[in-house]
Protein backbone atom coordinates (compact mmCIF):
# COMPACT_ATOMS: atom_id res chain seq x y z
CA UNK A 1 0.00 0.00 0.00
CA UNK A 2 1.26 2.91 -1.41
CA UNK A 3 2.03 5.83 1.47
CA UNK A 4 1.11 9.52 0.57
CA UNK A 5 3.29 10.47 -2.35
CA UNK A 6 4.24 14.18 -3.73
CA UNK A 7 5.69 15.58 -6.14
CA UNK A 8 8.04 17.29 -7.09
CA UNK A 9 10.41 16.39 -4.27
CA UNK A 10 12.34 19.84 -5.15
CA UNK A 11 11.26 22.48 -7.37
CA UNK A 12 13.18 25.80 -7.67
CA UNK A 13 11.53 29.26 -8.80
CA UNK A 14 12.40 33.07 -9.63
CA UNK A 15 10.84 35.34 -7.80
CA UNK A 16 7.43 35.92 -9.39
CA UNK A 17 7.19 32.39 -10.75
CA UNK A 18 4.40 30.37 -9.84
CA UNK A 19 4.55 26.57 -7.90
CA UNK A 20 2.17 23.95 -7.88
CA UNK A 21 2.67 21.54 -5.20
CA UNK A 22 0.80 17.85 -5.89
CA UNK A 23 -0.42 15.46 -3.30
CA UNK A 24 -1.31 12.19 -3.64
CA UNK A 25 -3.28 10.69 -0.71
CA UNK A 26 -2.85 7.16 0.70
CA UNK A 27 -5.53 4.80 -1.16
CA UNK A 28 -8.72 5.48 0.74
CA UNK A 29 -7.88 8.26 2.22
CA UNK A 30 -10.41 11.34 1.61
CA UNK A 31 -8.68 14.07 3.95
CA UNK A 32 -5.78 16.21 3.14
CA UNK A 33 -4.00 18.58 4.86
CA UNK A 34 -0.88 20.90 3.86
CA UNK A 35 1.63 22.26 6.74
CA UNK A 36 4.50 24.66 5.86
CA UNK A 37 7.88 23.97 7.68
CA UNK A 38 10.49 26.47 7.92
CA UNK A 39 14.71 25.68 8.69
CA UNK A 40 14.83 24.91 12.38
CA UNK A 41 10.90 25.18 12.99
CA UNK A 42 8.21 22.73 13.28
CA UNK A 43 4.97 22.32 10.89
CA UNK A 44 2.91 25.02 10.45
CA UNK A 45 -0.68 24.08 9.63
CA UNK A 46 -2.31 25.84 6.29
CA UNK A 47 -5.56 23.87 5.30
CA UNK A 48 -7.50 20.86 5.53
CA UNK A 49 -9.51 19.91 3.04
CA UNK A 50 -12.12 17.04 1.94
CA UNK A 51 -12.77 15.93 -1.69
CA UNK A 52 -13.83 19.46 -3.42
CA UNK A 53 -14.35 20.92 -0.25
CA UNK A 54 -12.07 23.36 1.86
CA UNK A 55 -13.23 22.54 5.48
CA UNK A 56 -9.89 24.51 7.30
CA UNK A 57 -7.88 27.19 5.50
CA UNK A 58 -7.00 29.22 8.70
CA UNK A 59 -3.17 29.15 8.68
CA UNK A 60 -3.44 29.93 4.79
CA UNK A 61 -2.05 33.56 3.69
CA UNK A 62 -4.47 35.63 2.61
CA UNK A 63 -2.63 36.46 -0.88
CA UNK A 64 -1.01 34.30 -3.41
CA UNK A 65 -1.50 31.03 -1.93
CA UNK A 66 -4.95 28.57 -2.87
CA UNK A 67 -5.05 24.89 -2.63
CA UNK A 68 -7.88 22.44 -3.91
CA UNK A 69 -8.91 18.64 -3.90
CA UNK A 70 -10.91 18.16 -6.51
CA UNK A 71 -12.99 14.97 -6.90
CA UNK A 72 -10.44 13.47 -9.33
CA UNK A 73 -6.61 13.58 -9.42
CA UNK A 74 -4.26 14.59 -6.59
CA UNK A 75 -4.27 17.91 -4.45
CA UNK A 76 -2.71 21.04 -5.35
CA UNK A 77 -1.21 23.87 -3.71
CA UNK A 78 -0.89 26.99 -5.63
CA UNK A 79 1.87 29.44 -4.79
CA UNK A 80 1.43 32.40 -7.22
CA UNK A 81 4.31 35.35 -7.48
CA UNK A 82 6.26 33.12 -5.13
CA UNK A 83 9.05 35.29 -2.91
CA UNK A 84 12.34 34.60 -1.19
CA UNK A 85 10.01 33.97 2.55
CA UNK A 86 8.27 31.01 0.45
CA UNK A 87 10.97 29.25 0.55
CA UNK A 88 10.32 26.00 2.98
CA UNK A 89 9.27 22.12 2.55
CA UNK A 90 6.22 22.06 1.84
CA UNK A 91 4.11 18.82 3.56
CA UNK A 92 0.98 16.71 2.69
CA UNK A 93 -0.77 14.43 5.15
CA UNK A 94 -3.87 12.35 4.67
CA UNK A 95 -5.96 10.66 7.28
CA UNK A 96 -8.86 8.12 6.59
CA UNK A 97 -12.53 9.08 6.00
CA UNK A 98 -14.29 9.03 8.96
CA UNK A 99 -13.52 10.55 12.51
CA UNK A 100 -10.34 9.20 12.37
CA UNK A 101 -7.62 11.09 13.91
CA UNK A 102 -4.12 10.04 12.29
CA UNK A 103 -2.74 12.16 10.02
CA UNK A 104 0.03 10.57 7.51
CA UNK A 105 2.96 12.86 5.88
CA UNK A 106 4.51 12.69 2.53
CA UNK A 107 7.93 13.32 1.73
CA UNK A 108 7.59 16.68 1.23
CA UNK A 109 8.63 19.36 -1.51
CA UNK A 110 11.07 21.38 -0.78
CA UNK A 111 10.49 24.94 -2.45
CA UNK A 112 13.78 26.93 -3.53
CA UNK A 113 12.77 30.57 -4.75
CA UNK A 114 15.95 32.46 -5.89
CA UNK B 1 -5.37 29.14 19.74
CA UNK B 2 -3.52 26.36 20.82
CA UNK B 3 0.21 26.30 21.31
CA UNK B 4 2.64 23.21 22.02
CA UNK B 5 6.22 23.75 23.33
CA UNK B 6 9.02 21.30 23.76
CA UNK B 7 11.48 20.64 25.77
CA UNK B 8 14.54 20.21 25.67
CA UNK B 9 15.36 21.58 22.15
CA UNK B 10 18.65 18.94 21.97
CA UNK B 11 18.92 15.53 23.50
CA UNK B 12 22.05 13.21 23.62
CA UNK B 13 21.97 9.88 25.61
CA UNK B 14 24.47 7.23 25.62
CA UNK B 15 23.17 4.09 23.46
CA UNK B 16 21.07 1.55 25.89
CA UNK B 17 19.62 4.59 28.16
CA UNK B 18 16.34 5.81 28.08
CA UNK B 19 15.06 9.22 26.56
CA UNK B 20 12.24 11.43 27.52
CA UNK B 21 10.68 13.87 26.01
CA UNK B 22 8.31 16.36 27.04
CA UNK B 23 5.60 18.63 26.04
CA UNK B 24 2.98 21.27 27.39
CA UNK B 25 0.23 22.30 25.51
CA UNK B 26 -2.20 25.32 26.49
CA UNK B 27 -5.96 24.46 25.29
CA UNK B 28 -8.01 22.39 27.24
CA UNK B 29 -9.88 21.46 24.51
CA UNK B 30 -6.97 19.25 22.95
CA UNK B 31 -7.73 15.90 22.96
CA UNK B 32 -5.47 14.07 20.88
CA UNK B 33 -1.67 13.74 20.83
CA UNK B 34 0.60 12.37 18.07
CA UNK B 35 4.31 12.05 18.19
CA UNK B 36 6.12 12.46 15.02
CA UNK B 37 9.73 10.91 14.02
CA UNK B 38 10.91 12.95 11.37
CA UNK B 39 14.51 11.82 9.66
CA UNK B 40 16.50 14.59 7.34
CA UNK B 41 15.32 14.76 4.57
CA UNK B 42 12.59 13.06 5.00
CA UNK B 43 8.55 13.90 6.01
CA UNK B 44 7.44 13.01 9.79
CA UNK B 45 6.32 9.25 10.25
CA UNK B 46 3.83 8.97 13.19
CA UNK B 47 5.18 6.79 15.69
CA UNK B 48 2.89 6.60 18.50
CA UNK B 49 -0.32 8.85 19.43
CA UNK B 50 -2.66 8.99 22.53
CA UNK B 51 -6.18 10.38 22.87
CA UNK B 52 -7.29 11.83 26.43
CA UNK B 53 -9.34 9.47 27.34
CA UNK B 54 -6.42 7.57 28.56
CA UNK B 55 -2.80 8.02 30.59
CA UNK B 56 -0.46 5.79 29.28
CA UNK B 57 -0.30 4.02 25.51
CA UNK B 58 2.99 1.50 25.02
CA UNK B 59 4.34 0.17 21.74
CA UNK B 60 7.77 -2.30 22.11
CA UNK B 61 10.20 0.34 23.07
CA UNK B 62 8.24 3.52 22.97
CA UNK B 63 5.44 4.95 25.37
CA UNK B 64 3.73 8.39 25.96
CA UNK B 65 2.20 9.20 29.26
CA UNK B 66 -0.67 12.10 29.34
CA UNK B 67 -1.40 14.20 32.19
CA UNK B 68 -4.49 16.51 31.64
CA UNK B 69 -4.85 18.19 34.66
CA UNK B 70 -1.03 19.96 34.12
CA UNK B 71 -1.59 19.68 30.40
CA UNK B 72 1.81 17.91 29.56
CA UNK B 73 2.75 14.69 27.39
CA UNK B 74 5.94 13.04 27.23
CA UNK B 75 7.46 10.72 25.38
CA UNK B 76 9.68 7.79 26.69
CA UNK B 77 12.17 5.24 24.35
CA UNK B 78 13.92 2.95 26.09
CA UNK B 79 17.07 1.01 25.34
CA UNK B 80 17.77 3.59 22.38
CA UNK B 81 19.44 2.72 19.58
CA UNK B 82 21.53 4.86 16.98
CA UNK B 83 18.90 4.42 14.43
CA UNK B 84 16.54 6.98 17.35
CA UNK B 85 18.50 9.54 16.47
CA UNK B 86 16.15 11.69 14.62
CA UNK B 87 14.34 15.08 15.28
CA UNK B 88 10.85 14.36 17.12
CA UNK B 89 7.81 16.53 17.04
CA UNK B 90 5.03 16.23 19.71
CA UNK B 91 1.42 17.77 18.50
CA UNK B 92 -2.20 18.50 19.61
CA UNK B 93 -5.65 18.67 18.02
CA UNK B 94 -9.09 19.77 18.89
CA UNK B 95 -11.79 17.60 18.46
CA UNK B 96 -13.54 18.54 14.85
CA UNK B 97 -16.06 20.85 14.42
CA UNK B 98 -18.57 21.83 11.64
CA UNK B 99 -18.03 19.76 8.58
CA UNK B 100 -14.42 18.67 9.20
CA UNK B 101 -14.00 14.83 10.22
CA UNK B 102 -10.75 16.01 11.81
CA UNK B 103 -8.87 18.89 12.67
CA UNK B 104 -5.43 20.34 11.76
CA UNK B 105 -2.25 19.59 14.46
CA UNK B 106 -0.42 21.93 16.14
CA UNK B 107 3.12 20.70 16.61
CA UNK B 108 5.82 21.60 19.13
CA UNK B 109 9.53 23.21 17.40
CA UNK B 110 11.04 19.88 17.56
CA UNK B 111 13.89 17.92 19.88
CA UNK B 112 16.63 16.71 17.97
CA UNK B 113 17.59 13.46 19.85
CA UNK B 114 21.35 12.28 19.50
CA UNK B 115 22.09 8.76 20.34
CA UNK B 116 26.02 8.12 20.68
CA UNK B 117 27.20 4.23 19.80
Known amino acids: NAGVMQNPRHLVRRRGQEARLRCSPM?????VYWYRQLPEEGLKFMVY????????ESGMPKERFSAEFPKEGPSILRIQQVVRGDSAAYFC????????????FGPGTRLTVT | GENVEQHPSTLSVQEGDSAVIKCTYS??????FPWYKQELGKGPQLIID?????GEKKDQRIAVTLNKTAKHFSLHITETQPEDSAVYFC????????????????FGKGITLSVRP
Open chain 1, 27 to 31: KGHSH
Open chain 1, 93 to 104: ASSPPGLGYEQY
Open chain 1, 49 to 56: LQKENIID
Open chain 2, 91 to 106: AASRPPVGTGANSKLT
Open chain 2, 50 to 54: IRSNV
Open chain 2, 27 to 32: DSASNY
